[in-house]
């Protein structure tokens, strides 16, 4: 189809990965307000244009409708960057015990930036696509790490009792 998802494919090596996410910053106040206006003709033609049935081709309908959910609440939150990280991150945890990993997350937004570009013809452009990169980028960033803390939570529940310090019984 043409578009270009080089900049959110996710990388073979661990290592990559980690200096990428390390990386990874909130959008600008620009990239922001780009974000938002181009969300506000999405959401509006998302029914016309049928970018929930690109969702469904890859997804089940429901999945489609959490993802679309998600982004929306991703936008509305970019302003208030605690509450973008707090959501992002619970959802890695929760991505965790769907086992959902990591390495799939960079593909929702590439979809997605191919999926909005017909819908937005002109008004697309490298600076819009720069910005939604950088949304998604660190969105998938706050949730590989809320993964990777249920992940060892998940661990560490896992240990057993003897293995565990019992820290009950230790005088310091």
Known sequence: MGC??????AKSELADRSREDAA???PNEEQIQMIKDSWKVIRDDIAKVGIIMFFITNMTCF???R???FIEKSVARL???ERLEALAVELGKSHYHYNAPPKY????????????????????????????????QFVTA????????????????????????DKRNTAL
Request: hydrophobic share 40%.
């Open 4 to 9: 270009a998802i080089s900049g959110l494919a």
């Open 24 to 26: 990874v910053e909130h």
């Open 63 to 65: 999945q489609s409708f």
């Open 67 to 69: 993802v679309m959910s």
């Open 79 to 81: 302003d208030q960057p």
């Open 105 to 136: 997350y960079n593909y929702v937004g590439a979809e997605f930036i191919c999926a909005v570009q017909p819908i937005l013809k002109e008004q697309w452009t490298t600076e819009l696509e720069k910005a939604w990169k950088t949304m998604f």
């Open 142 to 165: 706050l949730m590989k790490q809320g993964y990777q803390e249920e992940s060892a939570r998940q661990r560490q529940l896992a240990t057993s009792p003897k293995d565990r310090l």
